[in-house]
């Protein structure tokens, strides 16, 4: 299974961004899904994960009410669109696959992740 996050970029404060995890290799629809993310110096963190019927999310507080998670299993593909966003959202963003399929908070819980990408936001 591979994952392959893309949609990064910089950005100033307020714009928005989506992000989108391409999966490939093994199907993996039944899998909770998720987003993490690690900025300089810090440790990666959740943002938000999705169950495999993508009908339950969870964010986590610095997000929740501007970031939304969704998944598209035709398209094989995750997304996280991203409003209002702060510089203290600049990261490396991580797409991450469990095989808890009502998705996980838990790093230690992820199957497969993908290479990151960067998220800069600054005036």
């Known amino acids: 299974v591979q994952l392959q996050a893309s949609g990064g970029g910089l950005v100033q404060p307020g714009d928005s961004l989506r992000l989108s995890c391409a999966r490939s290799g093994r199907a993996i629809s039944m899998y909770g899904m998720a987003w993490f993310r690690q900025a300089p110096g810090k440790e990666r963190e959740f943002v938000a994960a999705?169950?495999?019927?993508?009908?339950?999310?969870s964010y986590a507080d610095p997000v929740r009410g501007r970031f939304t998670i969704s998944r598209d299993d035709a398209k094989n593909t995750v997304y996280l669109q991203m409003n209002s966003l702060k510089p203290e959202d600049t990261a490396v963003y991580y797409c991450?696959?469990?095989?808890?399929?009502?998705?996980?908070?838990?790093?230690?819980?992820?199957?497969?992740w993908g290479k990151g990408t960067q998220v800069t936001v600054s005036s």
């Open positions: 991450a696959a469990s095989a808890y399929s009502r998705g996980s908070r838990n790093t230690d819980d992820m199957s497969y």
């Open positions: 999705i169950d495999w019927r993508g009908t339950s999310t």
